[in-house]
C-alpha cells in the first residue's frame, strides 16, 4: 500500500523507492503524506469537452474527502472524449480511452482510484477500464445541466437541438430563431439535462453500485454534488481499507439490475452496447435477448424526455435513481454490493420513501408505458440483433411494411437526403449502409437519419430509419439502430436494395427483408467489402480488432476472454 507500491524498474528495488520519495517530496509532501493510502483522482477535464467544464471544482471536493479519511489524492489525467467536438465519432475512441485509463490506474502507485466522468462515451470507457483494472474505484459522475428555457418552452439539450433543427430544414424556423436558441440551449455546466446517453450512464452507473446513491441526477451546478463528490472521496478510503473492488460489485445481479433501471427510465439505445462492454471485461455474458426478456417484464416508470415530458433536475427532485429503485425493488437483486460497503436494499431501505413527484416516477401498478424502453429485434435483416428505443416511437410504425430507399454510406445520404428528385414517400423505410463499427468506421451517431426536407415540407415528423449506426440517445423517433452483423462485414444489411420490401413486426421482435434468399444468394457473390479508411496508427487497430454492435463493440483481444 502507498507510494512503494509498482516500483519503477531499474534494477534496484531499493533505489526506486529512494527516488521515488525524493520526487514525492519535490511536490511538497511529507513523510507522514507517503504513509498514507495513494488514491488516484482520474480528471477527465478538458477545454473541448464541454460537459466537464466544472471537473476542477468536483476533483477538489473529492481530494477533501480523501484527506479527511487519511488518504493522499493525487490527480492525473487522460484521454477525455467531448461528444460533440471528436471527428469522426466519439465511439471510436471509447476503446483508446478505456485503455488509457486502465493503465495509467495500473502503472501508476494507486491504491484506490475516483473516476471522474459524464459525458455519452467517458463513463462506459471508464467503467470497462475499472473492470479490468480491478483495484478499489468509485465512480463521480458531473450531473445533468439545468434546464433552459426560450418564449415560455423549457428546453432540454440535445432533445430540443433535434426537433428545432428539424422545423429549421422544414422552414418553420428562422436563422434568427436558431441564432437565440443556441445561446439557450445549453445555459450551465453538465451534461444533457434529458435522459440521453449521459444520463443514461449516469443512472446505470449507479444501478450498478459503481457510485454514490443519488448521484446521478444532481444537477452539475449545486452544492449538493460537490458534497456528494466529497463524500466519495472519504468512501474510496473505506473501500481501499476493506478492499471492496469492482469486480466483487459488478457482478452478474447487478447487471441485471442496470438493465431494469435502463428499462424503467427509458434510457438510451447506447446502453446496450456499452453495458455489454462493461460486461464483457469481466466475463460475464450478456446476450441481447437478456435485455428483451428483462424489458417485457419491466415497465417504463420515469416520464422523462426524450420519451416523456420531464427533465433530470425534475428527477432529482423526485429522489432521482434511488427513489426509482425503491419502486423497482420487487424487480432488483437486493443483496448486490454496491460502493457504500452496503447492498442495494440496505442502501434503498435508508432511503426516504418519497418527496412527491408522482408525476415524474410512477408505480409499479400504474407505469407510463407497459414495457420497458427499449427493445431487441432480430429476423433476416438483423440475425444477431437490432435495438429500438419504443418508448420514444410513434405507435403506427410498431407493425409496418413498407418500401425501402437505400443510402449506401453516410457521404451518400448526406448527398442526396434533400434531392427534390428523391422518390421517397410517408410509409418508405429508409436504410442506411455501412454506419457500423467497421464500416463508418467507429459507428457514429448518424442512425437519426434526418428525414427529408420535401416530406419535412408535408408535415412528416417521423418515417421508419434502419441502420447499423447508433444514435444519441436523446433522440426518438421510429430508428432501428445497431443492425448486426453490419453492412461492411457482410451482414445482409448490405444485400438491400431500393425497392425492396421490409417488415418490422415489434410486438413479435422481428425485422424482416422480404427478398428471396435465391436473389440474396446471387446478390451476395457480387457484393465487395467497402475500402478500409484507414491502413495505421490506432484506426487500422480499430478496424482489426473491434467487435460487433451485439458484442460491444469492444475490442477483442480486451475481454476477459480473449
Known amino acids: 500500500m502507498g507510494i512503494g507500491k509498482g516500483l519503477t524498474s531499474y534494477g534496484d528495488s531499493e533505489f526506486s523507492l529512494f527516488i521515488r520519495r525524493v520526487f514525492s517530496k519535490s511536490m511538497g509532501l511529507t513523510d507522514t503524506d507517503l504513509q498514507r493510502p495513494v488514491v488516484g483522482i482520474c480528471n477527465t477535464w478538458s477545454e473541448l469537452n ?102 415560455g418552452d423549457r428546453l432540454g439539450a440535445c432533445t430540443d437541438c433535434r426537433r428545432f433543427w428539424m422545423e429549421y430544414r422544414a422552414g418553420s424556423l428562422s436563422e434568427e430563431e436558431l441564432r437565440i436558441l443556441e445561446g439557450a440551449l445549453c445555459p450551465s455546466a453538465g451534461h444533457c439535462m434529458v435522459m440521453g446517453t449521459a444520463s443514461t450512464m449516469a443512472s446505470l452507473t449507479e444501478a ?45 445481479e447487478a447487471f441485471e439490475n442496470a438493465i431494469r433501471v435502463l428499462m424503467a427510465i427509458g434510457g438510451s439505445t447506447n ?40 427533465h433530470m433536475e425534475d428527477l432529482a427532485e423526485a429522489g432521482g435513481i ?11 437483486h437486493l443483496q448486490a454490493l454496491t460502493v457504500t460497503g452496503k447492498t442495494v436494499g440496505e442502501n434503498l431501505q435508508a432511503f426516504p420513501v418519497s418527496r412527491g413527484r408522482e408525476e415524474v416516477i410512477a408505480s409499479l401498478e400504474k407505469p407510463f408505458q407497459p414495457e420497458g424502453g427499449l427493445a431487441i429485434v432480430r429476423g433476416t435483416l438483423a440475425p444477431e440483433g437490432a435495438v429500438i428505443k419504443q418508448s420514444a416511437m410513434s405507435p403506427q410504425f410498431f407493425h409496418h411494411r413498407g418500401r425501402a430507399v437505400v443510402f449506401s454510406s453516410i457521404a451518400d ?51 421508419i430509419r434502419i441502420s447499423d449506426a447508433r444514435m444519441s440517445g436523446t433522440a426518438f423517433g421510429s430508428v432501428v439502430l445497431h443492425v448486426s452483423p453490419e453492412a461492411a462485414v457482410g451482414g445482409p444489411l448490405a444485400l438491400v436494395q431500393t425497392g425492396d420490401e421490409i417488415e418490422l413486426d415489434l410486438p413479435h421482435r422481428r425485422l424482416d427483408l422480404l427478398v428471396s434468399e435465391a436473389e440474396l444468394q446471387a446478390r451476395r457473390a457480387r457484393w465487395k467489402p467497402p475500402e478500409r479508411p484507414y491502413q495505421r496508427g490506432y484506426g487500422r487497430l480499430f478496424l482489426d480488432h473491434v467487435l460487433q454492435a451485439h458484442q460491444g463493440c469492444d475490442f477483442d483481444f480486451l475481454t476477459a476472454h480473449p
Open 208 to 252: 450498478l453500485g459503481m457510485s454514490l446513491p443519488g448521484c446521478a441526477a444532481i444537477p452539475a451546478p449545486l452544492s449538493e454534488r460537490l458534497r456528494l463528490a466529497e463524500e466519495s472521496g472519504r468512501q474510496i478510503v473505506a473501500l481501499i481499507e476493506r478492499d471492496i473492488r469492482p469486480a466483487q460489485i459488478m457482478t452478474p
Open 50 to 151: 464541454s460537459c466537464h467544464r466544472h471537473f476542477r471544482e468536483v476533483a477538489e471536493a473529492v481530494k477533501r474527502g480523501v484527506w479527511q479519511a487519511g488518504g493522499l489524492p493525487l490527480e492525473f489525467p487522460t484521454i477525455s472524449l467531448g461528444e460533440i467536438f471528436l471527428s469522426p465519432t466519439s465511439m471510436l475512441y471509447r476503446n483508446l480511452m478505456a485503455m488509457d485509463t486502465e493503465e495509467m490506474i495500473r502503472a501508476q502507485p494507486l491504491d484506490g482510484v475516483v473516476l471522474l466522468g459524464g459525458c455519452d462515451k467517458t463513463v462506459p470507457a471508464q467503467l470497462m477500464a475499472a473492470a479490468s483494472a480491478n483495484i478499489p474505484t468509485i465512480m463521480v459522475t458531473g450531473g445533468p445541466m439545468l434546464s433552459g428555457y426560450y418564449q
Open 322 to 332: 434511488p427513489a426509482v429503485m425503491k419502486v423497482l425493488a420487487p424487480l432488483l
Open 413 to 463: 445520404l448526406a448527398a442526396r437526403i434533400d434531392d427534390p428528385n428523391l422518390e421517397i414517400g410517408p410509409e418508405d423505410i429508409m436504410v442506411l449502409q455501412n454506419a457500423g463499427p467497421v464500416g463508418a468506421p467507429g459507428m457514429p451517431e448518424a442512425g437519426f437519419l434526418p428525414i427529408p426536407k420535401k416530406l419535412l415540407q408535408q408535415g412528416v415528423r417521423d418515417i
Open 271 to 310: 446502453a446496450v452496447i456499452h453495458l455489454v462492454a462493461i460486461a464483457g471485461r469481466l466475463g460475464i455474458p450478456l446476450p441481447l435477448d437478456r435485455f428483451d426478456a428483462l424489458s417485457r417484464e419491466t415497465p417504463v416508470l420515469v416520464d422523462i424526455r426524450p420519451s416523456g415530458r420531464f
